[in-house]
């Protein structure tokens, strides 16, 4: 069983910044691609930045330049650097984990739990 523990976030002004972290606990073998989702009142989920094992990333457009995806595979932790927040990047923010397990092996999506982000004018 794996679970992940979400950090960060709070109530920030616009053009401020924030700090999301995310780790892992459990019977972890590996941590292969890890993410940052968010999902703003009455929209779908969506993904806002992505990074590989290898430390490869990809970034939703409206955030290039501003948010930075990092990972600590040691620590079996993945963060996002958000800076010049703006009121349209509020929303729930998820971290999704791509893990493998041991006893059994197994290879699992896992999900955190959500932390709020509310940027204000």
């Known amino acids: 069983q794996v679970k992940l523990l979400e950090s960060g976030g709070g109530l920030v002004q616009a053009g401020g910044s924030a700090r999301l972290s995310c780790t892992a606990f459990g019977s972890i073998y590996s941590t292969n691609a890890m993410g940052w989702y968010r999902q703003a009142p009455g929209k779908q989920r969506e993904s806002v930045a992505t990074?590989?094992?290898?430390?490869?990333?990809n970034y939703a457009d409206s955030v290039k330049g501003r948010f930075t995806i990092s990972r600590d595979n040691a620590k079996n932790t993945v963060y996002l650097q958000m800076d010049s927040l703006k009121p349209e990047d509020t929303g729930v923010y998820y971290c999704?984990?791509?893990?493998?397990?041991?006893?059994?092996?197994?290879?699992?999506?896992?999900w955190g739990q959500g932390t709020q982000v509310t940027v204000s004018s």
């Open positions: 990074i590989s094992m290898g430390g490869r990333t």
């Open positions: 999704n984990v791509d893990v493998v397990t041991t006893g059994p092996w197994a290879r699992k999506d896992y």
